[in-house]
């Protein structure tokens, strides 16, 4: 006799049950992971646990009230759970509880505050072999305000050996990720001091480099080291001792990076020198002349092959420099044409490339690609799209390299206009991921770039908003990229003045050229701009999760509408086509009535802007 499988049989073993939850709760990164939104693991594995905790309790009922006739009712409220718990997985991040080691990461602190980085030279041997980091970091500072002690940060595992100031060392101590330095000498306001941190160790692997920071440590086709550091999110602290927040730049940089004598290390800015040394390694100096975020430093160590070419733009003559693994050269030689398409692009939209000092460089690295400054990363197979694919499914993200332009598009925004806080990152990819249709249009024409940006629509959650938590280091949504590029777009629509809108992104990229910025200076220059009062539109699209709703409907000659699932005082004006004809509108929270040239119109919202359309008499 065959044995039937009843999941409501009381005899079904517990594992049963479980084993979903039991998945989740093993793997809790897997939801996160597919939906590439910036979480941490904690809120994640808190609805994991959540999940557990809930069914376990159906588990209980089941054994302890149920008869045979009401199984049905546990399968029921199964259900129901599980479709709440699901939900528990959007609200998780908003009932994220923050740590202190979060606030001193994410905050500027007392012991942030009264110091003024002016320069670092970050000097390290980079050790493949043992996957080691060794070396100092000296850190230039002018003082600002009544010292206290000084924070630096530097992730475990790796460990500050020695501090000093003019040869003296100084007392510190070790609280998590943050060292306490304890300054003896006297620090005079407006004077500038120096300290030296000594440490090393093996640093974080990244095993999902770039989403997940770390180094990461790989061999290339011939068995030779390929290293790389990608720390974006989770900071700089994470290989070397810094100040990690971003509202404080040093003005320059000098990167040096001993590597064994056979390989090459490519970071930002120019290459100075490279001095051998006794015990068969070199040592590579780059000097970083404009200020650098602190994810945008960078190592890339491998045998690399090298050719570069000069583009004459907006400012002048830049160098560009091109590293790739040897047998890529061919391959790269023809990709990289891209690169001074991409200059041409965002020098028209944008303005001037930001570094033209320091030169623009594209590196090959063994992960996806990273913006980093002065030296964007690449690893996209030498292929157009995103890994092959087009993020739009319009077509048009295959006729360009998406790591070429989307990273590089990243030394306007991100690079040059920098967010003070993570919290505001759609500064960096909400406008970033809008220059790709930009981009599309400087080559292919409007109506192929609103194709694209459009076409990425399908890619929106919002699942929450695209501001983050401040001062904890804590990220938005990852509807920053497509949500944060069609609001950029519907912006333009309602600006209706192509020039004007050009004008006012090339106006950000003068205006807070080389600056950290808070998201709020960005929204209110471009309300100024404008001569509207945007905040509203901005509270509804970064800071909700709402999709606002034209509601309209057509009575003989009469149009009566309103906008509806909005914030308080939600009024952006839209241009909707009367049976063909473009209109412009303003509707606001209450219903307005407007007559029209025709009876019975046919009414068409302006697909440019990201809203939704509701005739209420169901038509
Ligand atoms: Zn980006």
Redesign the pocket.
């Known amino acids: 006799m065959s044995h039937k499988f009843d999941p409501f049989n009381a005899s079904t073993p517990i594992a049963f049950y479980h084993f979903p939850f039991i998945f989740i709760l093993l793997f809790p990164r897997c939801g996160i992971w597919l939906r590439r939104a910036p979480l941490r693991s904690g809120s994640s594995l808190r609805s994991s646990t959540l999940y557990f905790c809930l069914y376990t309790f159906v588990f209980y009922l089941k054994n302890r009230y149920m008869n045979r006739s009401s199984r049905i009712g546990i399968a029921l409220l199964s259900c129901i759970l599980f479709s709440l718990s699901a939900e528990a997985q959007y609200i998780a991040p908003s009932l994220k509880t923050f740590t202190r080691q979060d606030t001193l990461r994410g905050s500027i602190t007392p012991e942030r505050i009264w110091w003024d980085l002016t320069y670092y030279h970050l000097d390290i041997s980079v050790n493949p072999e043992d996957s080691t980091i060794y070396g100092t970091n000296t850190v230039t500072y002018r003082v600002v305000g009544p010292a206290t002690r000084m924070q630096i940060d530097l992730q475990e595992p790796l460990i500050l050996t020695k501090v000093a100031q003019n040869d003296e060392p100084l007392k510190f101590k070790r609280e998590g990720n943050v060292y306490w330095i304890e300054i003896t000498e006297a620090q005079e306001p407006g004077k500038t001091y120096s300290v030296v941190l000594t440490y090393g160790g093996k640093p974080k692997i990244s095993s999902r480099p770039p989403w997940e920071g770390g180094i990461v440590w790989k061999n290339d086709s011939k068995g030779l080291p390929f290293v790389a550091s990608a720390c974006q999110g989770d900071g700089a602290s994470l290989w070397w001792p810094c100040k990690d927040h971003m509202y404080d730049e040093p003005d320059s940089m000098l990167i040096s990076v001993n590597v064994p004598e056979n390989l090459m290390d490519v970071s930002n800015g120019r290459l100075r020198s490279v001095v051998k040394q006794k015990n068969k390694t070199k040592t590579y100096n780059w000097f970083v002349s404009n200020p650098i975020n602190n994810y945008g430093v960078n190592i890339n160590i491998g045998d690399y092959a090298h050719f570069s070419e000069i583009y004459n733009g907006e400012k002048g003559p830049l160098d560009c420099d091109y590293y790739v693994m040897k047998e890529n050269l061919e391959k790269a030689k023809i990709q990289f044409k891209q690169a001074p398409m991409m200059l041409a692009a965002f020098e028209h939209w944008f303005g001037p490339y930001p570094f033209y000092e320091d030169g623009y460089k594209l590196v090959e690295a063994p992960y996806l690609g990273m ?1 980093h400054q002065s030296s964007v990363t690449y690893g996209n197979g030498f292929k157009n799209g995103y890994r092959g694919i087009d993020l739009s499914s319009s077509g048009w993200g295959l006729k360009f390299d998406f790591i070429i332009i ?1 990273e590089s598009g ?1 030394e306007w925004f991100a690079n040059s206009i920098t967010d003070e806080d993570i919290a505001d990152m759609w500064v ?2 909400s406008f ?1 991921n809008y220059s790709e249709n930009l981009y599309v249009e400087y080559y292919f024409g409007k109506e192929a770039g609103s194709e694209y940006v459009l076409g990425t629509r399908k890619n929106i959650r919002n699942d929450r908003p695209i501001t983050g938590i401040y001062d904890v280091n804590f990220g938005g949504s990852g509807d920053m990229y497509y949500k944060g590029g069609n609001m950029l777009h519907t912006l333009r629509q309602i600006i209706d003045d192509d020039e004007k809108w050009r004008s006012i992104l090339r106006g950000l990229n003068k205006d807070f050229y080389h600056q950290v910025v808070k998201g709020s200076q960005i929204e209110n220059y471009i309300s100024e701009k404008t001569g509207m009062n945007l905040k509203p539109f901005f509270d509804q699209y970064l800071r909700d999760v709402r999709i606002p709703v034209f509601e309209y409907f057509v009575k003989g000659n009469d149009l009566t509408f309103r906008w509806n699932n909005c914030v308080p005082g939600f009024n952006m004006p839209l241009k909707i086509s009367v049976s063909g004809k473009e209109i412009a509108i303003k509707p606001k929270a209450g219903f307005t009535t407007i007559k029209l040239d025709t009876e019975s119109a046919d009414i068409k919202v302006d697909p440019g802007y990201y809203v939704s359309t509701l005739n209420l008499t169901g038509k």
Do not use: A, S, T
Request: hydrophobic letters at 15%; proline letters at 0%.
């Open positions: 913006e989307h990243h960096h990819e970033i």
